[in-house]
């Protein structure tokens, strides 16, 4: 892309984006999803079976949420590790020591920054993966069992995965509050 005129920071700053609203949207997914499961749980007899096809359907978008976020995580990796090598070799073509210091120091801030960002996201998504393992479970486990002695199951269930999906959309807002603060300084060149 930068043979084409698109700097590096740049293509860093859209992919970050690009990964605020992905984890906006597994945000929302995961919380669609757990209302579907709190559903299932208060659900009665020909009721079952639609409602643990819902939650079957919000598990599989869930996981592809959680898949893009991871993606999306990988991608911004990619570009920054690039752009940070860059700009760590251009630093030994400065014949003016101060610009070659005051770019050191633009340097460091700016990889102080990511590394906070980028371990925020990958936090974040890393809380995905149990969240997921266990709708998996109960959605197997459903499947099976379509009947009351599952559901008391499912009900039992539903308070810690509240409490996990609550987790996670907490570290996922930081994530996307700290991501919006890196675009913003990245554009500006702060």
Known sequence: MEKFGVAKRDILAERVEKTREAQTEAKQQ????LQRFLAVTKAEGGDLQRKYEDMSKEFTRSEERAKEVNT????????AEALFREWKEELGKYANASLRSDSQRQLDLTRRRYDA????????????DPILATFRDQVLFLKHNLNARALAQLDTTHRTLEADISRLISDMETSIREAENFIRDLKSGT
């Open 117 to 128: 960002m980028i371990g925020l996201m990958k936090r974040a998504a890393q809380r995905m």
């Open 30 to 33: 995961f919380t669609d999803a």
């Open 72 to 79: 999306r995580i990988a991608s911004v990796e990619d570009v």
